[in-house]
C-alpha cells in the first residue's frame, strides 16, 4: 500500500515526506482520528498541524529524522508513538498545549538525546516509561518531575530520577542504574511500591524514605551504602530487602518491626543483628555473609537461635 487508506476514521500513510505533504495540504485527513504513517519519511511536515481532530498518532518509520512544531496545534492528540532510530530530538515550547495527551511512547527512537524541557507541561501524560532502550539519554528535563500519572519509570545507566520528584505522585515503580543519589523527597510518594537502585555508586538512602508507606521491595545490592537511616524502619508495608555486596556495617536497631519476608545481606560487612529480629514483625528470611559467620555468632547468639532455620549464611 502506497498513499492514503482510510478505514472506518482510521487513516493509514505509506510514502514520502512530500506525498504526506501533498496529502495533508488537500485535506485528505482533515477528519481522521487516528493516523499511522509509514513509508520513508525523513520529516513531519508542518502541515501536520491541520489535524485538531487527530487523537492518535503512530510514527512507524526508520527513517524519521524531525517532528514539525506544528504537531502542538494537534490539541486533541492522546497517543503519539515515535518509532525511529534516526530522530534524535522531539520538538520543545509547546508541550502545554496538548491538554489531552496521556500517552507517549518512544521505545523505537534509541537515538533520542534528549527530551523536551517542557514535557512537564503535558499534565495528563503518564503511564509506564521504560526508557531503558534509551541509552544515548543524557539526563530528564526538571519538569518531568511534573507529571503526576506517570507510574513506571525505568532509566538507563547514568541517567538520574527527577530531583526533585514529589510531584511524581503516581509513581509505583523506580529503577536507575550508575547514579550516585536517589531524589532527596523519594518519601512523598505514597504510591511507590518498587525501587530498585542495584549497582549505583550510592553511599547513603534519603532520610525522606520512610514516608513512602506503599514500599514493598527496596534494591540496594551492589551499591556503597554503609548505614540506612532509622526511617526505614517506618517502612511497614516493605517486604524485601536486598543489601548484598555492600559495605554495610549495621542494621537500625528497630529493624525487627518492618515485615519482611526476605533480608538479603551476603557478601556485606555486617557482624551484629539487632536485637528486634529475635521477634521479627514478618516471616523473615535472612541470608548473612558467610564470611562474617563467627562474629555474627560470637556477638548475636540469642537472634540467631530465635530465627533458626530462617537463617542462612551463604
Known amino acids: 500500500m502506497k498513499g492514503v487508506e482510510i478505514v472506518e476514521g482510521q487513516a493509514y500513510f505509506s510514502g514520502s515526506t512530500a506525498e504526506l505533504q501533498r496529502a495533508l495540504a488537500a485535506g485528505e485527513l482533515d477528519a ?57 530530538e522531539l520538538p520543545a515550547g509547546g508541550w502545554g498545549r496538548l491538554a489531552r495527551l496521556e500517552q507517549l511512547e518512544f521505545a523505537g527512537a534509541k537515538a533520542l538525546r534528549g527530551l523536551p524541557e517542557d514535557l512537564g507541561a503535558a499534565a495528563l501524560l503518564g503511564g509506564a516509561f521504560d526508557l531503558l532502550p534509551q541509552t544515548k539519554l543524557a539526563a530528564l528535563p526538571r519538569s518531568f ?16 530520577a527527577p530531583d526533585p520528584i514529589a510531584g511524581m505522585t503516581g509513581l509505583r515503580e523506580l529503577r536507575v542504574r550508575g547514579v550516585a ?18 549497582e549505583c555508586p550510592i553511599t547513603r538512602l534519603p532520610a525522606s524514605i520512610g514516608g513512602a508507606s506503599a514500599l514493598r521491595s527496596l534494591s540496594l545490592g551492589r551499591t556503597l551504602v554503609t548505614t540506612l537511616p532509622d526511617s526505614v524502619c517506618e517502612l511497614l508495608a516493605l517486604r524485601d530487602l536486598d543489601l548484598q555486596q555492600t559495605p554495610l556495617t549495621e542494621l537500625p536497631e528497630a529493624i525487627g518491626r518492618v515485615p519482611l519476608t526476605r533480608l538479603r545481606l551476603q557478601q556485606t560487612a555486617i557482624v551484629r543483628l539487632p536485637e528486634s529480629l ?7 528470611r535472612i541470608y548473612l555473609p558467610r ?7 560470637a556477638s548475636s547468639a540469642g537472634v ?11
Open 32 to 88: 481522521c482520528g487516528s493516523l499511522v504513517v509509514e513509508g520513508k519519511l525523513n520529516a513531519l511536515p508542518p502541515e501536520i498541524g491541520r489535524l485538531t481532530r487527530l487523537r492518535e498518532l503512530v510514527l512507524d518509520t526508520d527513517t524519521l529524522q524531525a517532528i514539525d512544531p506544528a504537531i502542538f496545534a494537534c490539541a486533541g492528540l492522546v497517543k503519539l508513538v515515535v518509532h525511529s532510530n534516526q530522530i534524535k
Open 145 to 160: 518531575g511534573r507529571l503526576s500519572r506517570v507510574t513506571l519509570l525505568r532509566l538507563p545507566p547514568g541517567v538520574s
Open 181 to 198: 543519589a536517589l531524589p532527596e523527597d523519594i518519601g512523598a510518594l505514597q504510591e511507590l511500591r518498587f525501587v530498585d537502585a542495584c
Open 278 to 284: 529475635a521477634t521479627p514483625a514478618g516471616d523473615l
Open 291 to 297: 564470611d562474617q559467620r563467627a562474629a555474627i555468632e
Open 304 to 314: 540467631l537461635a530465635a530465627l533458626g532455620e530462617r537463617v542462612v549464611f551463604e
